[in-house]
């Protein structure tokens, strides 16, 4: 299941420096993403086994400048509500406040795993004025520096001590489908429209999370797991709790997911948070297929499809290689081929190609359009497999990898595409040196 630590504390105390530091310290392995809402408030850390979702909850919160008790109520409840671990970070130059003791008594009601964060200890000095955050009675106090980086090892081995391990993929699972975009695009209304068939097909599965509806479908030759976390919405009173949730069950459903069906609104188009949920699809490496719905509403002429079409995949660029479909979950039209297509992704994203089969057909294409020499350095690629993970990666190996540049990466992902057919799923290229 997903893992959310949530960093939550007064401004200025260094939330977002820490939050940097979580997220972008090891910058070959964590991503982070752009642009979720106005500015970046939600990253991807690696420490450990282990993968997990950060959010700077601070970044959530309007008029932060000045502190309202209300706003940082709100703060609060958000990350109680949405992470396994609430970091709380105190300013250990400005000591104690009130303001701090607040958040304390909020902290210590919820049964959530609560670390309190003493940050600033950019000195051993400075350890001594920490001590007073004992008095917030939330046990131990963890002095880091977030500018400096001192401490915050010490503090992840803590975040992830009651993190479980990812379950082993077997060959037997079924494919997990999930349902995913903007709130009222009608992903409800789509859902019920596939289990409303026949509510006697659908078997709840015991044991499923809390935060996510889990249920078998068997019907009509199709049988996979329906992953659906909008049925537990919040009730928001503000736009910006809106967009935090609605990104939120977005993660959660597609880190829970093999193939998201991305759904947006016929009468809308592709807006700017479309693309942010799919950006976070695409960088989790899930399938996806996406479902332009309420198309009942659109007034048509023989070009509409072609031509929204063509906006649609101007707007996802680079990852475009993926089905659109036109569908109405009132009127029910093309569900049905809607689930044929999340299969043959899921098929996408699963299947193996051979080395002998991999190398026998890009081995001639590179050598017809083999990479460019840099600074007088040939650069040669002698053969190519595909890695054993969970989406479709591959190696090639060759000497002076170091000098490929991403023009060339992406022509050999185009080629894989063409002659392999991973419609829907993105894939990975690495190069490696090979003497
Ligand atoms: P936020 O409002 O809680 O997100 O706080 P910021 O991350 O924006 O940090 C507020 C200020 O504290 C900035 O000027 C940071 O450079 C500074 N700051 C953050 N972490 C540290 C630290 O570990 N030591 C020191 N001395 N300053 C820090
Ligand atoms: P969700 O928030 O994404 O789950 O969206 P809902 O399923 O709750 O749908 C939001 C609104 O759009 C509701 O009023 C639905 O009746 C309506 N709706 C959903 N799908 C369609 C559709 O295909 N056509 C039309 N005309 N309305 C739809």
Redesign the pocket.
């Known amino acids: 299941m997903p893992n959310i630590v949530a960093i939550v504390g007064r401004p200025n105390v260094g939330k977002s420096t820490l939050f940097n530091r979580l997220t972008e310290t090891r910058a070959a392995i964590v991503d982070s993403v752009a642009g979720v809402t106005r500015d970046r408030h939600y990253g991807k850390a690696i420490w450990g086994k282990h993968e997990f979702t950060v959010i700077d909850t601070g970044g959530y919160i309007t008029g932060s400048d000045d502190i309202f008790e209300s706003e940082i109520r709100k703060q609060v409840q958000l990350a109680i509500d949405e992470a396994n671990v609430i970091l709380f970070v105190v300013d250990v130059i400005d000591g104690l406040s009130d303001f701090d003791k607040a958040v304390a008594q909020l902290l210590r009601k919820c049964k959530k795993k609560v670390l309190l964060v003493a940050n600033k200890v950019d000195n051993h000095e400075r350890i001594n004025n920490s001590y007073e955050f004992f008095e917030l009675g939330l046990g131990e106090v963890n002095c880091i520096s977030a500018v400096s980086g001192s401490g915050t090892g010490d503090l992840l081995d803590k975040v992830i001590e009651d993190f479980q391990e990812e379950p082993e993929v077997t060959d037997e699972s079924l494919p997990r489908i999930a349902v995913v ?10 859902i019920n429209a596939l289990l409303g068939v026949d509510r006697n097909i659908v078997t709840d599965i015991s044991g499923t999370t809390r935060d996510s509806i889990e249920t078998n479908y068997n019907s009509y030759g199709f049988n996979f797991t329906l992953i659906d976390t ?1 049925g537990i ?1 919040k009730k928001a009173k503000v736009d910006e709790d809106i967009e935090f949730y609605s990104v939120i069950r977005s993660i959660r459903a597609i880190e829970y997911s093999d193939v998201s069906f991305f ?1 947006i609104d016929a009468t809308e188009g592709f807006q700017k948070q479309d693309q942010n949920i799919y950006y976070l699809i695409e960088k989790n490496k899930r399938g996806v297929v996406i479902l332009v ?5 659109v007034e048509k002429d023989h070009k509409s499809t072609a031509d929204y079409e063509k906006k649609i995949r101007e707007a996802i660029k680079p990852f475009d290689d993926v089905p659109i479909l036109f ?5 029910k039209q093309r569900i049905h081929k809607a689930l044929e297509t999340a299969m043959y992704v899921y098929q996408n994203r699963t299947k193996h190609i051979s080395t002998s089969q991999l190398n026998e057909i890009m081995l001639p294409i590179i050598e017809n359009t083999p990479p460019p020499s840099y600074k007088g350095k040939v650069i040669k690629i002698k053969y190519i497999t595909q890695l054993p993970m969970h989406y479709p990666a591959f190696a090639f190996f060759g000497n002076n990898p170091q000098y490929i540049k991403e023009a060339y990466r992406r022509f050999l992902e185009n080629q894989l595409r063409q002659n392999f057919d991973f419609c829907g799923v993105p894939i990975r290229i690495f190069f490696r040196g090979k003497d």
């Open positions: 975009g903007k709130p009222n695009v009608g992903k409800s209304s789509f909008a919405r759904m719905n309420k198309w009942d509403l569908i109405s979950a009132l009127t």
